[in-house]
Structures are given as structure tokens and as C-alpha cells.
């Protein structure tokens, strides 16, 4: 007997203890191709299916080579909470973007948990529709090419993505994801090509990331909270920007955006550098708990800027008077060039002034001049040395 219970403890322990078994689905068993021309986007499904469907931890691959893939939606819940989506080789869109970029997406992982994707490239071969677009021509609004949404405990390890149509990696309704060493480009002057997108989302970390691209690097929407941004370079590009924000909402009211950090970044011939951008309408939000840290500015357009006057083409801005609330921002240790005198630029609404701006420590120069703050319904305090002189 004492035999027995003895056997059945030792099972039982290798059963709640020992490391499950990880079950492998390659997409070349699936029916993928790796030719670039065969759309191996049922394929991927199928493999997805069978990994989502395991009751311990998978991991579907993606071997060398290049796989077309028309168009993939990934849906959860999954039976387990680790799922590895690891990829040796690249994934390409289709190049036909008049009927691809009116899709608004290529590949999208919807409420999933416990998915980590590692590796490989992501090719948007977005560069006809930015012709199209730059142009003047009539074109589709083109597709993000990666967007995790309504998921949570999320890791994007070591993916490259190029030439995405528009947004490269879009992060929304999402709980706990780390994007991390990821390498992302597009040309300088390709139109919405933003790197990162955050929106509706809490506890998301960006580390050491490469980004350059036409648009934003990092772009902040509503709803974000708990982000953390740590050595990611930028350039070509616009910067590192919350918002815009106050154009939409529900009724005149637009989730804020609260508890964010950017550090140790580094900006090269860029428009703008670390950016908080508003809208001039009545919708009403807010910006508060921002901290910009150890920043190194190469010859950027706008290093330090707050615009909450902003409105293209003077359209859709019935009074010019943003209603989003920003409060308690902190620069601290930004230094480097600026490529224009205006080296800080506090453009604040009349209506909704930003306060608890605090400067410390800031270094930035223009050419051989001094260069200027300007500062506009600003308010908060600069301590150190603040060069160029504060105007808060």
C-alpha cells in the first residue's frame, strides 16, 4: 500500500509540477508554401486552430523563407495561455493594394492571451499605394500590418517590420504587452506609416526598439495608461506623440491618457521629438502623470512641443479651443540640436492652459545661435540648468 500511494504522489507531482509538453504545428504541414507566391493565409489558420486548440503550451512556426499571406485574422480565447508564434522567415502582403489596403488590416490576433510572436519579418510592400497617396491619386486608405486587440500578456520579441502600408504594429483594448527589440521601417516620406500605436491600453512596455518610418515612431492614443518607453531610436520620422487627441469621443468626452514614461530615447532628423498634440475642439479629455527623460535630440525639428492648437488644414476646429486638460508633464535631461530656433514651443489652449510643466536640466541649441522657448498659456517650473531659458 505504502508502494502505491507512494507511485501515485510521484504522478502526481510530475503532472502539476514538471514543464507540460510543448506541441510544434509548422505551417508547411498545413499546406503553407514558402515560395512567395502560393497565399498561405488558410494555412496559417489551420496551423492557428490546431495550436489555439491544444491544452499545453504550442508554438506554431514559420519556417526560412517567404510566405504570401492574403489576409489573417487570429482569434481566441485559446484553450492554453502559451502560445508561441515563432517566425525564421518573412511574411508578405499581397502587392495588389487596391483591394488589400481598402481591408484596413493584414494580420490581427483578437482576444488572445499568453501569445508571444518572436523573430522574422513582416513585409507590408506598401510602397505603390504611398505613390498613390503622395500622388494626389484616389487610393485606399491602406492596412496596419499587425494589430493584437482585446488581448492580454502579449510579448513581440525580435520582429522586423517594413514597409508596412500604414500603421505597422497597433496595440488595442490590450492588457500587459512587451514589445521588445523589434526593428521597423519605411521610407521618410511615407505617408501614416506609423511605427507603434497605442490606444485603450494599460501596462504596455516598448524596449529597445529601432524606428524609422514617415509618420510617428510611438504614437499615443486615448485610453493609455501604464506605458513605459525605454531606448527605442527614431528617425527618420514624428517623434514620440500622445495624441492627437480630442477629435473624437463618445458625445464630447475622449478617455485620457495617464502615467507614461519616455526614457533614454534617442531622436535623429526628426519633426518633432517628445510631442503632445490636441485637437482644437470641444471634446474633452485629459494628460497628466507624463515624464520624458534622458533624451538626445539630432537635429530635430521641434525637440520639446505642446500643441493644442493643432488642426490640418483648418477644418473641423469650430472655436480653436482645445478642451483636453494637460497637466503635471516632466523633462528632465534633454539635451542635443534642434534644426530650428523654436527649440521648446508650449502652444497651450486660452480655455484649458497646460500646468505642472516642470523643465530640468534641458541642453538644446540651434546652429551657432541661442536658440528660444516660446510658451502660450503655460504654466509650471524649470530648476538646474535650462538652456535654452525657460519661459513658463
Known amino acids: ?59 506554431l512556426h514559420v519556417p526560412a523563407g517567404s510566405f504570401l499571406l492574403s489576409q489573417a485574422t487570429f ?62 491619386r484616389s487610393c485606399p486608405t491602406g ?21 508596412s502600408e500604414l500603421y505597422h504594429i497597433v496595440i488595442l483594448g490590450c492588457q500587459g504587452v512587451r514589445v521588445q527589440g523589434v526593428y521597423i521601417t519605411a521610407a521618410g516620406n511615407s505617408p501614416n506609416t506609423d511605427g507603434i500605436h497605442v490606444q485603450m491600453s494599460t501596462g504596455v512596455s516598448i524596449v529597445q526598439a529601432t524606428i524609422k518610418t514617415g509618420d510617428d515612431c510611438i504614437s499615443i492614443g486615448p485610453g493609455t495608461s501604464n506605458l513605459w518607453i525605454e531606448r ?16 473624437e469621443g463618445q458625445g464630447l468626452q475622449e478617455e485620457g491618457v495617464e502615467n507614461v514614461t519616455v526614457k533614454s530615447v534617442v531622436f535623429a532628423g526628426t519633426q518633432n521629438g517628445v510631442r503632445i498634440k490636441t485637437w482644437a475642439t470641444d471634446v474633452r479629455g485629459y494628460v497628466k502623470g507624463v515624464v520624458f527623460f534622458n ?29 483636453v486638460g494637460i497637466s503635471h508633464v516632466k523633462y528632465k535631461n534633454i539635451r542635443g540640436t534642434s534644426a530650428t530656433k523654436d527649440a521648446v514651443n508650449f502652444d497651450c489652449s486660452p480655455s484649458n492652459p497646460c500646468n505642472g510643466i516642470r523643465l530640468k536640466n ?22 538646474g540648468s535650462v538652456i535654452p531659458p525657460s519661459c513658463l
Open 1 to 59: 500500500m505504502a508502494k502505491l500511494i507512494t507511485l501515485f504522489l510521484l504522478k502526481l507531482f510530475l503532472l502539476c509540477f514538471l514543464p507540460r509538453s510543448n506541441a510544434v504545428y509548422d505551417v508547411l504541414n498545413f499546406g503553407a508554401k514558402a515560395d512567395g507566391k502560393t497565399d498561405s493565409a488558410q494555412a496559417f489558420l489551420k496551423a492557428w486552430t490546431a495550436a489555439c486548440g491544444s491544452s499545453s503550451p504550442a508554438t
Open 75 to 136: 482569434n481566441g480565447p485559446c484553450k492554453n495561455t502559451a502560445i508561441k508564434f515563432s517566425i525564421h522567415g518573412t511574411i508578405a502582403a499581397p502587392s495588389n493594394y487596391t483591394k488589400f489596403g481598402a481591408s484596413g488590416k493584414w494580420i490581427v490576433f483578437d482576444d488572445v492571451e499568453g501569445v508571444t510572436i518572436s523573430g522574422g519579418e513582416l513585409d507590408g510592400r506598401g510602397a505603390d499605394l504611398w505613390t498613390c497617396k503622395l500622388d494626389g
Open 143 to 163: 492596412a496596419t500590418s499587425l494589430t493584437f486587440s482585446n488581448s492580454k500578456n502579449i510579448v513581440i520579441d525580435g520582429l522586423a517590420s517594413v514597409n
Open 232 to 247: 527605442v531610436f527614431c528617425g527618420p520620422g514624428h517623434g514620440i506623440s500622445i495624441g492627437s487627441l480630442g477629435k
Open 295 to 323: 533624451a538626445l535630440m539630432r537635429n530635430v525639428q521641434n525637440p520639446i512641443i505642446i500643441d493644442q492648437n493643432y488642426c490640418p488644414g483648418n477644418k473641423n476646429c469650430p472655436d480653436q479651443n482645445s478642451r
Open 362 to 383: 534641458i541642453k538644446l541649441t540651434y546652429q551657432n545661435e541661442q536658440a528660444k522657448s516660446k510658451c502660450k498659456h503655460a504654466y509650471g517650473i524649470a530648476t
